[in-house]
T-cell receptor, first 115, second 116 residues
Framework: GAVVSQHPSRVICKSGTSVKIECRSL??????MFWYRQFPKQSLMLMAT?????????EQGVEKDKFLINHASLTLSTLTVTSAHPEDSSFYIC???????????FGPGTRLLVL | AQKVTQAQTEISVVEKEDVTLDCVYE???????LFWYKQPPSGELVFLIR??????QNEISGRYSWNFQKSTSSFNFTITASQVVDSAVYFC?????????????FGKGTLLTVNP
């Protein structure tokens, strides 16, 4: 149980294009999803907290207009990197919680490379 | 403010050795949860254990064991008879109030390399 998927696992795009990453909880309903960014050999940096049916809460320094988050259902949250630039290249990883336990379960991550 | 410190940046051991990964945390909350996650080279974070602040009983799961010491604010992780497949980055994390909707505070991680 507690499986979280992410799609795509890897994406390469041109500078200026937008990229959408999906995060799905496969066997539970996720009232809250989290989006993290991880640079090589570093820890996870929380970008935003996404609650179903409401606006996401962004961490300080994260541009909400650049990183659009939509949590339309209890099993799906999406992160859209708009007008991507090479500095947005990173590993993006989501997590989901069911509200019943105190555990976040993580997806496999998405490696984004912007050329 | 919450803080998690993993002082060991990298550890290298030979297979079958025991290894302990240290985690020290800071929080003013009386109710909190501590976690360990494993991140293999593939990138996915694998949940290993959750411990709440009211349960100081140590836990053993196969070759893994955890030592929670509230008096020293530590939650150390020991791998017995390490194997090459244990090679990964291990993160300790703190959920300051309990409840899965609260943010996790992560340590910087410890890269464990188990050599054959």
């Amino acid at each position: 149980g507690a499986v979280v998927s992410q799609h795509p696992s890897r994406v390469i795009c041109k500078s200026g294009t937008s990229v959408k990453i999906e995060c799905r909880s496969l066997d539970f309903q996720a009232t809250t999803m989290f989006w993290y960014r991880q640079f090589p050999k570093q820890s996870l940096m929380l970008m935003a907290t996404s609650n179903e049916g409401s606006k996401a809460t962004y961490e300080q320094g994260v541009e909400k207009d650049k990183f659009l988050i939509n949590h339309a259902s209890l099993t799906l949250s999406t992160l859209t990197v708009t007008s991507a630039h090479p500095e947005d290249s990173s590993f993006y990883i989501c997590s989901a919680s069911d509200g019943g336990s105190e555990t976040q379960y993580f997806g496999p991550g998405t490696r984004l490379l912007v050329l | 403010a919450q803080k998690v410190t993993q002082a060991q940046t990298e550890i290298s051991v030979v297979e079958k050795e025991d290894v302990t990964l240290d985690c020290v945390y800071e929080t003013r909350d009386t109710t909190y949860y501590l976690f360990w996650y494993k991140q293999p080279p593939s990138g996915e974070l694998v949940f290993l254990i959750r411990r709440n602040s009211f349960d100081e009983q140590n836990e053993i799961s196969g070759r893994y064991s955890w030592n929670f010491q509230k008096s020293t604010s530590s939650f150390n992780f020991t791998i017995t008879a390490s194997q090459v497949v244990d090679s990964a980055v291990y993160f300790c994390a703190l959920n300051p109030r309990g409840g899965s909707n609260y943010k996790l505070t992560f340590g910087k991680g410890t890269l464990l390399t188990v050599n054959p």
